[in-house]
């Protein structure tokens, strides 16, 4: 469900926005929308996931051997859990 949120903007960054929004195909709500989603986003997580992926890809037969039991039966192409 969305909820709706009036700003006021004065007519020339409107007028900006606008001009984006029709640049890249998109809509003045759209880009209000990532804007804010920017605004509230936690930068500890900037990344986050590419280094997870490094640390198993780096690591995951150390896990593995450590914990046996709990390693995947199933492998994908490259060597990866699947």
Avoid: C, N, W
């Amino acid at each position: 469900m969305s909820k709706s949120v009036t700003i006021r903007v004065d007519d020339q960054l409107h007028a900006l926005l606008k001009e984006r929004a029709e640049a890249e195909g998109s809509t003045v709500t759209a880009l209000i929308t990532q804007a804010a989603y920017e605004a509230v986003r936690d930068p500890r997580l900037e990344g986050a996931a590419e280094v997870f992926r490094s640390f198993i890809a780096e690591q995951g037969d150390a896990f593995d051997a450590a914990f046996p039991d709990d390693a995947p039966d199933q492998r994908d192409s490259s060597g990866r859990a699947a």
